[in-house]
């Protein structure tokens, strides 16, 4: 009988102080019944390793205890749905962002890498841990605060079914943004057909500015961009929803621009700076610094593009075949 | 079918049956409860009858529906031990008249539908 007494004992720990020897009474009569029972079938008294499976049967204590606790939660289920949805936002939109900062400055500043060597690189990154642990910290004990109080219920039973929010289409295009992005882009066609791309000396502020002879191929370029863009604009203006079409032209303009942008960078776009109080050397230092800051833009160019590129592939992947022959 | 599937299905089925009988274990322990038992007798007589329960559902519940004032309960020797007795309490017999028609009309509207 040790074994059934160390098991009423480790039951007895978890209950409610003010129930621990009623309960265990009514258990230990219920087990000593069960084995007597057990004993009187094979006709004699039961080994440890007979009462142990009665035991298994009956459950863990911690279980076995629960039983007779009320059912208990935190944050209970009618908070639960917008609990969720605001660490779902914190994590998706406030914490993996911040890291995904800090493995691009990681990767593509090596200054910052200088500044943080070996361990204190990862030590850079305690404000991240330190805002994790406070927001989740503190958004369930608010939570769990706002479950026990009258607010509660002010919450979940006042509502109006006018009141709610009218449902979204993902797929709709808005037509405002599009006629924005149509006006932005014509205005730069605009520009940049005023550009003679073969005249690469500027004169401004009394100083003489020579760009790199790629000039001509970038301007070109870039009013292929424009032209791209207006047709993509007319297209949704057209069709105002996505589609697979039109997600993947968004893409291909997108991996387009972004890589026009990374090309710029590492360009060495300026090739010189005369002029003004500006003295031959002064005028040296300014180029390579302007083209050093230039090409140490050219990681986080590619970083941010990736982003874009991942919202656009999801775009093309959240649209999918079905909704291809919907209408607007 | 395959293995997997049918191992789902099996325990979708388990879930689903556990469920159901949760939901009349009330009824049963309250039914059975007319004549007075105590914890041990009383899982049995449910097992003769095909409502088995095990101990760590059965005394919860006789504590939640004795806190709701349906069952009363005393301890007594017997057999040179401390037993707890349980049976209905006025309450009790009334609300299990009124379980009982619900459940009736339950299984005729179930009987309906099928």
Redesign the interface.
Request: net charge positive; hydrophobic share 5%.
């Given at each position: 009988m040790a074994l059934v007494d160390r098991y009423l004992h480790a039951v007895k720990f978890w209950l409610p102080r003010n129930q621990k020897d009623d309960i265990i009474a009514e258990l230990s009569e219920d087990l000593r019944s069960q084995i007597e029972d057990k004993e009187n079938e094979l006709g004699h008294k039961l080994s440890d390793d007979e009462v142990e499976p009665i035991l298994k049967r009956c459950g863990s204590p911690m279980a076995v205890a629960g039983r007779y606790l009320p059912q208990q939660s935190l944050i209970g289920p009618a908070l639960f749905p917008i609990y969720s949805i605001i660490i779902r936002s914190l994590i998706f939109y406030f914490l993996l962002p911040w890291l995904l900062l800090w493995l691009g400055i990681t990767i593509f500043s090596p200054d910052f890498r200088v500044d943080h060597p070996g361990a204190a690189l990862f030590a850079s990154l305690e404000p991240w841990w330190l805002a994790c642990t406070y927001s989740l910290f503190f958004n369930t004990l608010a939570f769990a605060l706002l479950d026990r109080s009258q607010v509660r219920s002010h919450l979940v039973n006042n509502w109006n079914p006018r009141a709610l929010p009218t449902e979204r289409d993902h797929n709709r295009i808005s037509r405002g943004a599009t006629i924005f992005e149509l006006t932005v882009v014509v205005a730069t066609l605009a520009v940049l057909v005023q550009i003679d791309p073969f005249h690469r000396v500027f004169h401004f502020f009394g100083l003489t500015m020579t760009l790199s002879p790629q000039w001509p191929y970038f301007i070109w370029a870039l009013t292929a961009l424009t032209g791209g863009g207006i047709a993509v604009s007319c297209l949704h203006l057209a069709q105002p929803c996505w589609t697979r079409l039109s997600a993947s032209l968004r893409l291909g303009l997108d991996v387009y621009s972004w890589g026009l942008i990374y090309l710029l960078c590492r360009a060495n776009l300026l090739q010189a700076l005369s002029g003004g109080d500006l003295g031959s050397n002064d005028g040296v230092k300014l180029v390579n610094s302007f083209n050093y800051w230039m090409a140490s833009s050219a990681g986080w160019v590619l970083f941010i593009g990736a982003i874009v590129l991942f919202f656009d592939i999801r775009r093309i992947l959240r649209v999918g075949p079905a909704r291809e022959f919907e209408k607007p | 079918m395959s293995p997997s599937t049918e191992q789902g299905n099996d325990n979708r089925f388990e879930n689903l049956r556990q469920e159901l009988r949760r939901g009349s274990l009330p009824l049963a322990v309250l039914a059975a409860l007319r004549t007075e038992h105590?914890?041990?007798t009383l899982?049995k007589t449910l097992a003769v009858h095909g409502m088995a329960i095990?101990?760590?559902?059965l005394?919860?519940l006789l504590?939640r529906l004795e806190t709701q004032g349906l069952l009363v309960s005393e301890?007594r020797e017997e057999d040179k031990?401390?037993?707890?007795f349980y049976r209905l309490s006025p309450d009790g017999k009334l609300i299990l008249k009124q379980l009982l028609i619900e459940w009736k009309s339950i299984h005729t509207s179930l009987e309906d539908i099928f």
């Open positions: - | 105590y914890g041990y899982r095990d101990e760590g559902t005394y919860p504590r301890w031990r401390n037993k707890r």
